[in-house]
């Protein structure tokens, strides 16, 4: 059972923000109560003006709570500043948590994932909250991870993954990536060398498979968990 969040009564009045707070630590608190409040719904998108409706609801000053729940790293936007939305699971989510049929849905962000290490840590971020230990870059870590005996996906007779900008990851774990992995197998020593090298010559002549396929046949495998690619 997840731990209640942060009471943070003390930094409202009538059930709204007057100003932020000067210590960055309660401004993180309740910048992540704003973004979740304003934006429930993890990596959903929206436009300023209603991300800004939203804020005016919660708060006296919305256009400077946007512009600090930015500064803060909590919500992100385009470089337009047409589009925001919420990457940052907070202590006020119930992700992660078995619903009362047993269904957890976790998201993962496309945007966090730039090498096959970065993925890694991207499903450290979603699977691992409040383990004591984390992954490593494995696709028999993943496999395990999908089995669900720990982490967030735990006690879950479901589990829904949500991958947004799956495109840019597809990219990210793509040709390149796969390469240079084979590539530093086959120059450590710890690693069976005919073995990598053969994946390795697989890849250069178009059989062999990219990273991000491969993680896809380990998602497949696991019939409990739904992925879901965006």
Request: no cysteine; net charge negative; glycine share 8%.
């Amino acid at each position: 059972m997840s731990s209640a969040p942060p009471d943070v009564s003390r930094f409202l009045h009538d059930g709204r923000l007057e100003t932020m707070p000067r210590r960055r630590e309660h401004r993180r608190t309740v910048a992540r109560w704003l973004a979740h409040a304003a934006l429930p719904a993890l990596l959903d998108t929206v436009g300023e003006r209603e991300l800004t409706d939203r804020l005016a609801r919660l708060a006296d000053d919305p256009v400077g709570v946007r512009r600090a729940l930015v500064d803060l790293g909590v919500v992100h936007r385009t470089r337009d500043g047409a589009e925001y939305w919420r990457t940052e699971v907070t202590e006020f989510d119930d992700v992660g948590s078995p619903d009362d049929a047993g269904h957890v849905t976790l998201h993962l962000d496309g945007g966090r994932v730039h090498s096959i290490a970065s993925f890694y840590d991207e499903l450290n971020r979603v699977f691992m909250a409040g383990e004591g230990w984390r992954l490593v870059p494995s696709l028999d870590a993943l496999d395990d991870l999908l089995h669900g005996g720990f982490g967030a996906a735990h006690g879950a007779d479901r589990v829904t993954v949500v991958w947004r900008g799956f495109a840019r990851s597809r990219e990210a774990l793509g040709f390149a990536a796969t390469r240079d992995r084979y590539r530093a197998k086959v120059e450590d020593p710890r690693f069976d060398t005919a073995l990598f090298q053969g994946r390795l010559d697989d890849l250069e002549a178009g059989r062999g498979k990219t990273y991000a396929e491969l993680v896809l046949e380990v998602f497949a495998d696991h019939p409990e968990v739904e992925l879901l690619l965006r």
